[in-house]
T-cell receptor, first 113, second 115 residues
């Protein structure tokens, strides 16, 4: 069955450092991969999408890489800020092109001042 | 442009009652998705609907759960005869009528508690 793994332990880093979150998957060939941010009691908020034929995507302080051979995506936040503290979700999208996403459980990021 | 609106935000039901969760997609969006998030679990896809049609219900439990997206009005996720295990956060997402790896816009969710 499809399986998506994200670090279950919270990632604690200091303000100004780069946070790197990992998403690994098995038994799946996604057409695209997305990263979302979720704050407590709120719905997920879309951050970045990367397609299977793309290696890297950037948006402001965010960078995503996608290695379909390793079946892995890395999500980086540079110059992290306390406001970046949240749970970050990795989601895989099917070839249908619609948003019937398969989510990981998420990794909590805590940025201390 | 208002985002995806879900109501109620919190819903308490006794075992055996019915729960109705509503979702109004973003303006111009005709695709609606329902996801369930159990405590300590990831979001799980339940059902994907377009106006008046169920496109993919592969994540829906076979019994007690149903969903609709009528021509007029919000999408409804209906849970009959609720049990304690139905307690979860239910999220609705919408996307525009364009196929091709688009992002999903999520609502703030309905937190269902079955007592």
């Amino acid at each position: 069955s499809q399986k998506i793994e994200q670090n279950s332990e919270a990632l604690n880093i200091q303000e100004g450092k780069t946070a790197t979150l990992t998403c690994n998957y098995t038994n799946y060939s996604p057409a695209y991969l997305q990263w979302y941010r979720q704050d407590p009691g709120r719905g997920p908020v879309f951050l970045l999408l990367i397609r299977e034929n793309e290696k890297e995507k950037r948006k402001e302080r965010l960078k995503v890489t996608f290695d379909t051979t390793l079946k892995q995506s890395l999500f980086h936040i540079t110059a992290s800020q306390p406001a970046d503290s949240a749970t970050y979700l990795c989601a895989l999208g099917p070839n249908s092109g619609y948003s019937t996403l398969t989510f990981g459980k998420g990794t909590m990021l805590l940025v201390s001042p | 442009n208002a985002g995806v609106m879900q109501n109620p935000r919190h819903l308490v039901r006794r075992r055996g009652q019915e729960a109705r969760l509503r979702c109004s997609p973003m303006k111009g969006h005709s695709h609606v998705y329902w996801y369930r998030q159990l405590p300590e679990e990831g979001l799980k896809f339940m059902v994907y609907l377009q106006k008046e049609n169920i496109i993919d219900e592969s994540g829906m439990p076979k019994e007690r759960f149903s969903a609709e997206f009528p021509k007029e009005g919000p999408s409804i996720l209906r849970i009959q005869q609720v049990v304690r295990g139905d307690s979860a956060a239910y999220f609705c997402a919408s996307s525009p009528p364009v196929q091709g790896n688009t992002e999903a816009f999520f609502g703030q969710g309905t937190r269902l508690t079955v007592v």
